[in-house]
């Protein structure tokens, strides 16, 4: 079951987070928020989510991207870009949610890994200490994530911490 969380229209999927209990209320014990993100369209809804939960808890927001070789590499052996030039791409994406993480006044970094993007997106969670990992998702039907797989749904089974998937708005493609 999702819920409009912030009053937009983003419907997340959320596994519940774990809370800090007080004599006086609860609250989610949020300090780290992973935002895994291909800096694509698919990203957007999940990026403004990020953003949203850490300015409100007080949290770090660590960006973290993934090049993953083998969607480089065209048929016939020739490749659509090299590393670097993706890297390159990346980072300049990155370098502008660092400068909107200054505007909203959200502490932002980023990491930018390679390999397998679910696999590298756990690890970077368990190795920073995420408390939580917002992912946006495509939001293709079940044929699609069986037949191409799907980096949220791999998040989700395997994260140490809650996931927050971020599907697209309706209008919103990617």
Known sequence: MST??????VRPTAVAPTTIRS????RPAFRQIILATDMGPASTGATDEAFRLAGALGARLLAVSVIDPRTLQL??????????????RLEEAAAGLVLRGRRDE???SFLIWEGDPAESIVEAAKSEG???IVVGSHGRAALGRALIGSVSDQVVRHA???VMVVRP????TG
Do not use: I, K, W, Y
């Open 23 to 26: 004599s006086t209320n609860a």
């Open 106 to 108: 959200v502490a932002t």
């Open 75 to 88: 048929p016939g052996g020739r490749f659509r870009s090299r590393v670097d030039q993706e890297r390159a």
């Open 160 to 162: 140490p911490c809650p």
């Open 130 to 132: 995420a408390d939580v």
């Open 4 to 9: 409009d969380l912030t009053g937009t229209g």
């Open 169 to 172: 708005s309706v209008g919103r």
